[in-house]
């Protein structure tokens, strides 16, 4: 134990200056691993930045690896209040979903455009997101599709959607934007009309059920597709409409549901070190030094795995982490989760709901999920897996590289008075050398997956265009 206790005095007391594109630390680069490169750009002549001793991992950290991260379990977990979530055909048609526009209010939003699969299934062009209206902007940044199913990676788990948790199912966090003016600014009713214009062969094919009657035998729409659910105008169509629009606007969403499942980031080399970790291979060569100090810190004194666990590296569970409500078109507060909860237990299109396939509502999350003090200005943990990805970070977008949010964390959050509702006991000062700082990045961008096949991230050829 001195002997360890003498090494780790050594590691964080090494010099704190080292170049973000730092190498590999032994002589040899580690399989997978980025060549060593020279200080400053310089070439093989300039003297190399000095890489960190070698690490070593105190019990505690040992099994902090062990048993709180762990590699990616061989299937998804369950969605049992959606029959379609794991139909390939569901997934192909949902896919076609994913990249239509046409249901829009200008034609042209699709969920593609918030979801960029060029930009990791997020959002980049600003800190939040616009639609059709170009000065209308939403109020939290648009969080990626990747590993959204996952969730915390245990069937046992709730598996809640938006930054604030009020979808408690992917499908019906589909069924969101569609009608938000600032995102989508569409209609369930234009969609339903579109799908019977469009896609009718293919739906009754997806669900094996005969999709409900939308245009008269003249042609004529059955119900006007400017009416918006929810509206004083949808109240007055007769339930038996409503009934029908809500049938094929869930199967929408049901199958948006069923693509995004296959949006999955595995064979990161994380999982290559973990695996030979658990063999046993403590000085595994797949991680440079310097990536393994950033682990040593991420388990240990950086307090990540607080919150950042299992094999998504998230516990999809809501914290108040004071991120600041800065930047531009985010609102001055936020509740976060003590606003998305109340949503989701009232959702129109919850588990519990006659819409969903989940015939034991008992197991609904919603009915055994209470409001907390501390879900005041909480946010959902976004896991780590292709983190490098999907910039900028935070609910608000205000974060532009990893190495802020490392600063972020380090200061232990923002100031007392720019987020609303108390800071988490697991945000703290963490006062992190610069070295470790930047070990903890370089450790975080061992997380990124092998690329998504290209059938995934294009967008298919849609009927009728």
Same mark, same amino acid.
């Given at each position: 134990?001195?002997? *360890?206790s ?12 080292? =170049? ?29 930045t000095?890489?960190?001793a070698?690490v ?31 139909d ?69 788990d ?8 009020r ?11 569609p ?22 062969? =293919? ?5 094996? *059920? ?8 003249d ?10 659910g929810?509206?004083? =105008? ?6 038996q409409?409503?009934d029908?629009?809500?049938?094929i ?10 693509y995004?499942r ?23 060569t ?10 040593k ?5 950086g ?17 108040n ?10 609102p ?9 909860l ?65 600063d ?14 108390t ?14 700082k ?28």
């Open positions: 134990m001195e002997r *360890t003498q090494r780790l005095r050594v590691v964080f007391g090494l010099a704190l200056a080292f =170049e973000a594109g730092c190498g590999a630390g032994a002589d040899q680069p580690a399989p997978g691993a980025p060549p060593p490169q020279a200080a400053n750009g310089g070439s093989s002549g300039t003297p190399m000095p890489a960190p070698a070593a991992f105190t019990q505690e950290e040992e099994d902090a690896i062990k048993f709180t991260l762990s590699l990616m379990p061989a299937a998804l977990p369950k969605d049992p209040s959606n029959r379609l979530a794991d390939g055909a569901a997934a192909v048609l949902g896919q076609k979903f994913f990249f239509e526009t046409r249901y829009s209010s200008n034609g042209k939003v699709s969920c593609a455009t918030c979801h960029d699969p060029k930009m990791g299934f997020q959002d980049n062009r600003a800190n939040t997101s616009s639609g059709p209206i170009a000065t209308m902007f939403t109020g939290r940044h648009a969080p990626t599709v990747i590993n959204a199913a996952l969730g915390s990676g245990k069937d046992s709730a598996c809640w959607h938006f930054w604030d948790g979808a408690d199912s992917q499908w019906s966090q589909a069924l969101g934007p009608e938000s003016d600032v995102e989508m600014g569409g209609t369930r009713t234009g969609i339903a009309l579109l799908l019977w214009d469009h896609y009718k062969a =293919e739906y009754e094919a997806v669900t094996k *059920t005969s999709m409900p009657k939308m245009r008269n035998d042609g004529s729409p059955v119900v006007d597709t400017k009416i918006k929810g509206t004083p =105008e949808w109240g007055l169509l007769t339930q409409v409503r029908a629009v809500n049938e606007y869930v199967n929408f969403g049901k199958a948006i549901a069923a995004e296959k949006i999955v980031s595995k064979s990161a080399r994380f999982d290559a070190f973990l695996a030979d970790f658990a063999a046993g291979k403590k000085d595994s797949v991680f440079t030094d310097e990536e393994k100090l950033g682990l810190v991420f388990v240990g004194k307090l990540c795995v607080s919150c950042h666990r299992g094999p998504n590296f998230t516990d999809w569970k809501f914290h982490v004071g991120e600041s409500q800065l930047g531009s078109n985010v001055a507060t936020d509740k976060g989760r003590a606003a998305g109340e949503t989701a237990i009232n959702g129109e299109f919850a588990c519990t709901s006659k819409w969903s396939d989940q015939s034991d509502h008992s197991k609904c999350a919603v009915t055994r999920t209470n409001l907390r003090t501390a879900d005041e200005g909480a946010f959902k943990t976004p896991g780590l897996r292709d983190i490098t990805k999907t910039a900028p970070y935070m609910h608000t977008g205000r974060l532009k590289t990893l190495e802020e949010v490392v972020h964390y380090d200061r232990g959050g923002g100031s007392p008075g720019t987020y609303v509702g800071l988490s006991p697991d945000v703290q000062k963490l006062n992190l050398t610069t070295q470790e930047t070990a903890l990045v370089k450790f975080m961008q061992t997380l990124d997956g092998a690329p998504l096949p290209n059938a995934l991230m294009e967008a298919p050829k849609l009927p009728g265009q």
